[in-house]
């Protein structure tokens, strides 16, 4: 499995992008950088995105995504996420006022919809783009879905935007093909008042859920920090004295 890394920050300056990874080039996990990173062929070639929450860092760029393929994709995307984030990508996004609802207008050179939306239940799995998906609810400011995607025998887990959590580190404990993890964290610990205020982790915080995983052999690839408090966060993940942990940088790539 291939993981190509989009966006990693909790915000935007010209050397930060939002929340964007893709896997196998085929599907995308949140769309916070998707056509900001990829080129135009590349972006034709993504079958799905998996949507964790409805934020706007997370989603901004299927707005875009939705426009490019319009005019060029062979087939619809599929946008997949529970049933609160998809209701609320239609009310709110794809609603024809904030932006076109691109699940009613036809592909220019083929046949459907240029977007399709699915529902993915928390703890059933589903399957996307040819992916074993398991959804597992987190706790974050609203509903907010971490994943557990598998392929050909190899499994990875994306934490979503998330605080203090517990199924979530339950269900990786019995994942025993798990190869890496995309863990959020996004304040120093200085600020822990504004990280549970947001659903969000601090590198103390992590370090009390990290615990709560029956295992040690995994890599944890961090993202979502915030660009204002990148040295500060890194300074206190380096207290931790973890050789699992590792920051994430823009075109950072991996074979799982």
Sequence with gaps: MELQVLG??????????????????????????????????????????????????HVRDLATLADNRCQGARKPLVIAGTAFTIRALKEHFFNNVLWPDFSLIPLVDAKGPTIVF???????????????VRPVLVSHTIESAGFVVERNGVAMAYSGDTGPTDRFWEVLSQTPNLKAILQEV????????????????????LAADLAKLHRRDVPVLLYHIKPSFQAEVERDLAKLRNDDLQVLSLGDEFLL
């Design 8 to 57: 990693c920050h909790g915000g935007e300056t010209p050397r930060h992008r939002s929340t964007s990874f893709v896997l196998d080039g085929v599907l995308g996990i949140d769309a916070g950088a998707t056509t900001s990173m990829l080129a135009l062929d590349r972006q034709m070639e993504l079958e799905a995105v998996l949507v964790s929450h409805a934020h706007f860092d």
């Design 186 to 205: 996004s304040f120093p610990d200085e600020y822990e008042w504004l990280a549970r205020a947001s659903g969000h982790h601090t590198p103390r915080t």
């Design 118 to 132: 699915q529902e993915v239940d928390a703890e059933r799995p589903a399957t996307v783009a040819g992916f074993d």
